[in-house]
């Protein structure tokens, strides 16, 4: 995802006594309905309707020049749209305020116009930006830099840098957090902990999170619910197992016959193949496998689709009416375009 303006800027003060309508229980915490943009004419994103539950970690996936970015941007009100609507948190984000503001965490690129800021510092400076903010020495804790406090920005490593910046996410303790390729550059256990703290964050604090990402294992990890974005439209959408179920992509049967030739086919329906492979076997079948299509299936078969010039919503099966915010509240009905 592009690095964008707004990376490097510090928060206005948040201390705003002034809030927005308060949200009922049921209302999604993201609303979207028919968002375009187009830049100097041409449309990027055709129509996006999107529904987000309190709670509920939900990724946008998408090849690059997908329109993620653009999306998320326009959520966090600092792009404005062409048309549709759009609440975020209940409001529209072009006219958010302060309160509203401060009711949203952004993890976006490294801050890069502090480097010579102590890590324990810069927590601390932010904190006073925010009415209840987490102690910042129990968030270096949570996000492991605990050893960094005193370190200077600019000396951290690249992965320590990215905890940062989620420490500095959820700093002032937000209802909506924004996570822009968090995991970039983190080695295995550093994602690891990573999942633990977001999934922490929506299960125990019921923080909604919109997460944008390249990484499939990541989506298909800590996502409730994945929209694939596809040329600026969201060709499927649903839980991880929805979207690997209602790939077009089919099973694939693979084992080696009694003249040692190794064999696939592909089916929609594995267990009856593998019935009459045993059916008709003298004896035991040699490296059977049945490999279950995959987010990857679903997710190439789209990006496909679209390069083929073809209608990649068509017969995704997941999209229109699948699948509930973790709370179960609300329609649940982030559509496929
Ligand atoms: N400021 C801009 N002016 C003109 N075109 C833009 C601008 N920003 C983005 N675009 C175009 O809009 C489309 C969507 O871009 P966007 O950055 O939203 O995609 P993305 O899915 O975030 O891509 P990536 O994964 O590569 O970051 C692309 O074709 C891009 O070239």
């Known amino acids: 995802m592009t690095t964008t303006g707004h990376t490097s800027t510090t928060p206005m003060a948040l201390r705003a006594t002034t809030t927005n309508t308060p949200l009922t229980t049921t209302q999604p915490i993201i609303r979207a309905r028919d968002l375009t943009m187009s830049y100097g004419g041409v ?3 055709h129509g996006i309707d999107l529904d987000i539950h309190r709670g509920e970690i939900f990724a946008l996936l998408g090849p690059n020049g997908a329109g993620k970015t653009t999306t998320v941007e326009i959520l966090e009100g600092f792009r404005q749209r062409s048309a549709g609507e759009v609440r975020v948190l209940g409001a529209d984000p072009e006219r958010g305020d302060d309160a509203w503001r401060g009711r949203i965490g952004l993890v ?4 890069r116009d502090h480097r010579r800021w102590r890590v324990a510092e810069l927590l601390a400076h ?26 200077q920005v600019d000396r951290l490593s690249g992965g320590q840098r990215r905890r940062l910046d989620v420490a500095l996410g959820i700093v002032g303790r937000p209802e909506l957090l924004f996570l822009d ?4 550059g983190f080695d295995p256990e550093a994602r690891h902990d990573f999942h633990v703290l977001v999934e922490r964050l929506a299960r125990d604090e019921g923080v909604t999170v919109l997460l944008t990402t ?9 996502a409730d619910r994945i929209a694939m974005l596809v040329s600026g439209r969201i060709r499927a959408c649903g839980t991880p197992s929805e979207l690997a179920r209602g790939a077009a992509a089919q099973a694939e049967v693979r084992w080696t016959t009694d003249d040692g030739t190794a064999r696939r086919e592909r089916t929609e329906d594995p267990s009856r193949l593998v019935w009459e492979l045993h059916r008709d076997a003298p004896g035991p079948i040699a490296d059977l496998e049945v490999r279950r299509p ?16 073809t209608d990649g919503g068509g017969d995704s099966g997941v999209g229109e009416g699948l699948g509930r915010g973790r709370d179960g509240h609300g329609d649940g009905e982030t559509r496929a375009a």
């Open 126 to 151: 932010f904190a006073t930006y925010y009415p209840d903010p987490r102690d910042p020495a129990e968030l270096l804790s949570l996000v492991g830099l605990t050893d960094q406090a005193d370190r």
């Open 108 to 111: 976006l690129q490294s801050w």
């Open 43 to 45: 449309d990027v994103l």
């Open 294 to 309: 995959t987010l990857e299936d679903t997710y190439l078969h789209m990006v496909h689709r679209e390069d083929d010039g």
């Open 181 to 184: 390729e968090p995991t970039t």
């Open 214 to 222: 390249h990484d499939l294992v990541e989506a298909e990890r800590l």
